[in-house]
């Protein structure tokens, strides 16, 4: 009778394919064709290292094999068993049927090869018995070959349901958790988290543990006693005092500022520290430290220009860089002095300080070749920028003369060509004074000149001139208009300082001001004028004011302090009746208002205008040549305080290409 037979897709039904114990597990290796020879590129050594180390890790993993032997020596029988079918007897004699007829033999468990593990030894041969074996199931008790379920996989899966090893192993692996009956029993989240827990320990033993008392030192109390210390903010009250009034009744001196201008190295701080100097302002102590630290750098001959060049930058580089301001007085005047930048990087520091005076002192040095270079460099742009700011009265102070042997025909000669200038850039001829001057010996700045070389010269030293000047008439009854010159940090007391002159208008402690364009306000507690505190301040004045009630990041540099009750309209494009200086076109350009300048653009350029009735001469012109007078809109890249009658001035790449004067609003 035939064998039983087993399909292949039965095969392997008893095998758990999640759970194989290690020593079942199998592998099936291709037969790879070794290289021949040894190792390419090494010795007879490497070689036999190779061989020894190959024999010793095949000796250890013989000995790691040796205690499953056993067990797989057992397994071997098994493939070895037959089963006789019901029909017949398992005995070839019985059947008749010849060897070549009798179909295979199928075993039950497959052959294990085990690699690379050595095969174990062979167990002796035995003899097949043939046994009539009864109508029945036939069971095998096999060994209990697998190892307990180590801790992680307990974790992961769970504890065994069932420990038989057959039956429930063919069960798939149960997912994680969620199938636990301890899982399915209980509700995970429904008692505290661990959190909750140690923050429920953590109360019990706050509430339980008694505050220790901080001992404090003396020091400590004293230190923090004096860091509650503050002063208590002293409300301001007006005054209500009638400016006007007081001003008309006041027997103060007259008031005037001039801004002194000039190309760079003319001697401009020097003369000024000369005329202080002469007046006694700075004393002779002050001059002698001030000429020692000159000489300590090798410029002896700027002492002078040290009192009105006071930073380290200004004294290293032997140019002015900022506006210097000082302060004289004589018998009927008070003047400032604001001594301008002559360098062409800082015609913006000029303009600032050509907004807040009265007439210009134009210094020019007289030396060869110096006023002819002075001409095609910055003093012609100062002049056409001191007459765009309404300045109607100019001194030319003629420096320098004692160099050229005060020569008359030199002094002729300068006074010949700045005369022809100055008209051609609106001054009248009656309202020019040209004085000869010696900066650094104070030849004719305060006292006639006493050389014979001068003989020639009979008319009024530098001071003589300064006090001769007209002022203009000041703008008392008009609306408060202040440009914001500078803005610092005062003393404990008055935390926030600006300063700048007024155009327009009076003020007094106590008032309120509408700061623009930020649109805040603040309250004076203090002015003072030439570093003496008062009540009041006018048209002319360049005060400072200690503000109050306004934080410092709403002030800064070019901004308008007005009347809360008459405030200038911020806009963003106005019309302008335009000199040129240069050629205007329709350009990008930067804008300077007193002490601020912003970006913005000639837009359209409306008519070309008479420079002298003011008549359209023609429309809409392509472009405005130097000295013509043209009506152009000009547009800003945001809202700026500018009213009516403001004068401004226009500058393109380092270039003045023009001035004006604010007709309305485009």
Request: net charge positive; with cysteine; proline share 6%.
């Amino acid at each position: 009778m035939p064998a039983n037979t087993v399909a292949l897709d039965d095969f392997f039904w008893d095998v758990p394919w999640g759970q194989v114990p290690s020593h079942r597990l199998g592998t099936i290796t291709a037969n790879v064709p070794s290289c021949r020879g040894g190792l390419l590129g090494g010795s007879s050594k490497l070689a036999a290292l190779a061989a020894k180390r190959r024999k010793e890790r095949e000796e250890a993993e013989a000995a790691a094999s040796k205690t499953s032997s056993e067990s797989d020596a057992a397994l071997a029988m098994l493939d070895k068993l037959t089963v006789k079918s019901k029909a017949g007897s398992v005995s070839s004699a019985h059947d008749g049927a010849t060897e070549a007829e009798r179909p295979s033999r199928v075993s039950r468990y497959p052959i294990r090869r085990h690699s690379p593990s050595p095969q174990p030894p062979a167990p002796e041969e035995e003899t097949l018995m043939q046994v009539d074996v009864p109508h029945q199931a036939v069971t095998v008790d096999f060994p209990a070959q697998r190892a307990s379920a180590s801790i992680f996989a307990t974790t992961l899966c769970g504890p065994r349901q069932d420990t038989s090893p057959l039956g429930p192993q063919l069960q798939n692996f149960e997912a994680p958790y969620v199938f636990y009956r301890e899982y399915n029993s209980t509700k995970p989240f429904s008692g505290p988290s661990p959190d909750d827990v140690v923050k429920a320990a953590q109360a019990k033993g706050s509430r339980n543990t008694p505050k220790k008392k901080k001992k404090h030192d003396k020091s400590e109390v004293l230190s923090a006693s004096v860091d509650k210390l503050a002063i208590d903010e002293i409300k301001v009250k007006s005054k209500n005092l009638n400016v006007i009034a007081e001003f008309q009744k006041s027997t103060s001196k007259r008031i005037a500022s001039f801004v002194v201008v000039g190309h760079v190295d003319h001697g401009k701080s020097t003369l000024m520290g000369r005329l202080l100097y002469d007046l006694k302002v700075i004393d002779q102590r002050s001059i002698d430290k001030l000429r020692k630290e000159a000489e300590s750098i090798g410029k002896s001959s700027f002492a002078l220009a040290w009192v009105m060049d006071e930073t380290s930058e200004e004294r290293s580089r032997g140019v002015t860089v900022d506006i210097a301001t000082n302060y004289f007085e004589t018998h009927n005047s008070s003047f400032t002095i604001l001594d301008a930048p002559g360098h062409k990087d800082f015609i913006p520091n000029m303009i600032s300080g050509a907004s807040q005076a009265d007439f210009p002192v134009l210094v020019i040095d007289a030396s060869t070749n110096s006023f002819e270079s002075g001409l095609k460099g910055q003093t012609k742009e100062h002049i056409l920028i001191a007459r765009s700011m309404g300045m109607q009265h100019i001194i030319v102070a003629v420096n320098k003369m004692d160099t050229i042997s005060w020569s008359k025909t030199r002094f002729d000669h300068i006074v010949k060509h700045m005369t022809a200038f100055l008209t051609e850039a609106s001054f009248s001829e009656k309202r020019i004074i040209f004085i000869p001057l010696a900066g650094l010996t104070g030849e004719n700045v305060t006292k006639r000149i006493e050389n014979s070389a001068a003989h020639w010269y009979t008319g009024k030293t530098l001071l003589e001139a300064v006090e001769s000047i007209d002022l203009p008439e000041r703008s008392l009854a008009k609306p408060l208009r202040l440009s914001v010159a500078d803005v610092f940090r005062g003393d404990l007391r008055s935390p926030l300082s600006i300063s700048g002159r007024i155009d327009s208008g009076t003020l007094q402690v106590g008032d309120v001001l509408l700061i623009l364009p930020a649109n805040e306000t603040a309250t004076i507690k203090a002015i003072e004028v030439r570093d003496t505190p008062v009540d009041w301040a006018v048209a002319g004045q360049i005060p400072t004011l200690h503000l109050s009630d306004i934080d410092p990041v709403y002030l800064r540099q070019g901004d308008m302090i007005c009347a809360p009750h008459a405030p200038v309209k911020l806009v963003k494009a106005f019309t302008s009746k335009l000199l040129a200086f240069e050629h205007v076109l329709p350009m990008p350009v930067e804008l300077f208002r007193s002490t601020l300048n912003s970006p913005g653009c000639v837009r359209t350029l409306s008519a070309k205008l008479n420079k002298f009735t003011g008549e359209v001469v023609k429309k809409k012109p392509r472009i405005v040549k130097p000295g013509e007078v043209a009506r152009v809109v000009v547009e800003l890249e945001r809202e700026l305080p500018i009213e009516e009658g403001m004068r401004v001035v226009i500058r393109e790449r380092g270039r003045t290409v023009g001035a004006g004067l604010m007709e309305n609003v485009a």
